[in-house]
């Protein structure tokens, strides 16, 4: 079914990862193979046990500086680092859009980000003290600081937001969902653009020995559809695109990335960590369905790929039951390998990454890869960044708990 | 004595989201826009940073910048002399 009404564009991007502190730094790491995994030591002492090892993706060099510049104010200490990521990330979005400042902010546009947790360094911070400690006072700003709408209500204050500004979540489909969300209320007409995307910062010591406790967490690397793959390592950040009325956009002038083709969303209703065949498989087909794609168009994916045994084998017959005797011609990317896996915040940067590989015609490298596995036959970008001819991207998001986002974008010709 | 001052003033800045340019001494809370949220995120900052505690009543008489920061400075130096 394809969408009726309004066609949606994309209009701006930003990016904060481990790969680099906006889009251009992300786009380059990722081409390049540059990954940013590494295993780091975290400390639970003293109020913990011991010391612990985990492979994880952190953000490095200083976000918050450049942004109070360009804000001419100090935000600092009002922002967990997940609000942080999603600010910087909405300024860089904004600011390439040319939309900061514009009237349009003010009622017809919405802010809509997603996160898997909230303000996980706030809150462990207050109760180490609390618990560990004993110290009797909180810090007053423990909420305004932790709750998981923070970051859209920073934004908002910052940008003059005046419309629809609300969270969503839904674990690792988080910025999936808020894609799909702004992008339905552009579709609706309630707005005309949609600042959408989603951030996450969850490296603290607690916080990883929880991940680690799941028994999902790889002790070495994130290694998508490889043989001898053995989980998911942790990343931070945020990613924010914006979403546009292709009749606003052209009215205004605006530089146009990509058109926006629809979105899949389903549940497994199944279990909390094993995923199903059945609802990533219909989330796809639903969002490609929506796109109303020549059959013909040559697609790129964008995987979910956590590197996990059980979910990228799941995804690659999913991929294959979907795709037919297409997915021999279709080349699958899966950049977790490099940025880590940013949960809440994962499928925003995944589609910032390779919208432009969709622009650029250039496919950045998987990851870790050691061996093919004969359970994910896929016609995965290995080793290089690899010239494609794509001209429609899906991108999958699969969360915990069986919700599954899956976005298609179409090349803008 | 005086680097203990800057550090404050810059501990203000930085926990109350204030620049630092409007933090002079003669200033009331109110002129540099110092509201009870910001004084207490000031208070908690100083505690985790110095060890010292700013006891509630403390500061309930303080209406200006050189007060505020004359009574933080007594209670550091004398946890420094404990």
Redesign the interface.
């Known amino acids: 079914m394809a969408l009726a009404g309004r066609r949606i564009v994309v209009t701006g991007l930003g990016a904060v990862s481990p790969l680099g502190l906006d889009v251009a730094a992300n786009v380059a790491a990722a081409r390049e193979g540059c990954g940013a995994i590494r295993v780091q030591s975290f400390d639970l002492r003293p109020d913990g046990p011991d010391v612990c090892d985990f492979p994880a993706a952190l953000v490095e060099g200083d976000v918050l500086g450049p942004l109070e510049t360009a804000l001419g104010?100090?935000?600092?200490?009002?922002l967990d680092p997940f609000a942080l990521f999603a600010v910087a990330a909405t300024r860089e979005a904004l600011a390439q859009a040319q939309l900061i400042g514009h009237p349009a902010l003010e009622t017809r546009a919405a802010l809509i980000l997603g996160h898997g947790f909230a303000g996980i360094h706030t809150l462990e911070a207050n109760y180490a003290r609390l618990f560990a400690r004993k110290l009797p006072?909180t810090?007053?700003?423990t909420i305004p600081k932790a709750m998981v709408s923070a970051p859209v209500s920073a934004a908002a204050m910052m940008f003059g937001l005046h419309g629809p500004v609300f969270a969503v979540s839904s674990a690792c489909a988080s910025s999936g969902h808020a894609i799909a969300q702004g992008a339905a209320m552009v579709q609706a007409g309630l707005v005309e653009i949609a600042l959408v995307g989603g951030s996450e910062a969850i490296a603290t010591p607690g916080s990883l020995r929880a991940w680690d406790g799941l028994q999902a967490m790889s002790p070495t690397a994130c290694r998508p559809f490889s043989a001898g793959r053995d989980g998911m390592a942790i990343g931070e950040g945020g990613a924010v695109l914006v979403l546009e009325s292709l009749d606003h956009a052209l009215a205004r002038g605006a530089t146009i990335l990509a058109e926006y083709g629809g979105a899949g969303l389903t549940s497994d209703a199944f279990h909390w960590t094993q995923p199903s065949l059945e609802g990533p498989s219909s989330a796809m087909r639903a969002a490609l369905d929506a796109a109303d794609l020549d059959p013909e168009a040559p697609l790129l994916i964008s995987a979910h790929g956590t590197g996990t045994p059980l979910n990228d084998k799941n995804e690659a017959a999913a991929i294959r039951t979907v795709l037919g005797d297409a997915v021999a011609r279709t080349p699958v990317i899966a950049t977790k390998s490099a940025h880590g896996h940013l949960i809440g915040a994962a499928a925003a940067l995944q589609t910032v990454i390779a919208l432009d590989a969709l622009g650029a015609g250039l496919a950045p490298p998987i990851l870790g890869y050691l061996a093919p596995d004969p359970e994910c036959d896929l016609d995965l970008v290995l080793g290089e960044a690899r010239p494609v001819a794509a001209r429609a991207l899906l991108v999958n998001a699969f969360a915990f708990g069986g919700l599954n986002a899956c976005l298609v974008f179409k090349r803008w010709e | 004595m005086a680097a203990l001052r800057e550090d404050l003033i810059h501990l203000i800045?930085?926990?109350?989201?204030?620049?630092p340019a409007k933090l002079t001494p003669k200033a009331t809370l109110a002129d540099v826009g110092l509201d009870s949220?910001g004084v207490?995120?000031v208070v908690?900052a100083v505690?985790e940073k110095y060890g010292v505690e700013v006891p509630e009543d403390a500061l309930r008489d303080v209406t200006d910048l050189d007060g505020f920061l004359t009574i933080i400075e007594g209670l550091i130096e004398a946890r420094a002399a404990a």
């Open positions: 104010r100090r935000i600092g200490a009002s006072k810090h007053p700003l | 800045a930085d926990e109350a989201l204030i620049d949220v207490i995120s908690f505690e």
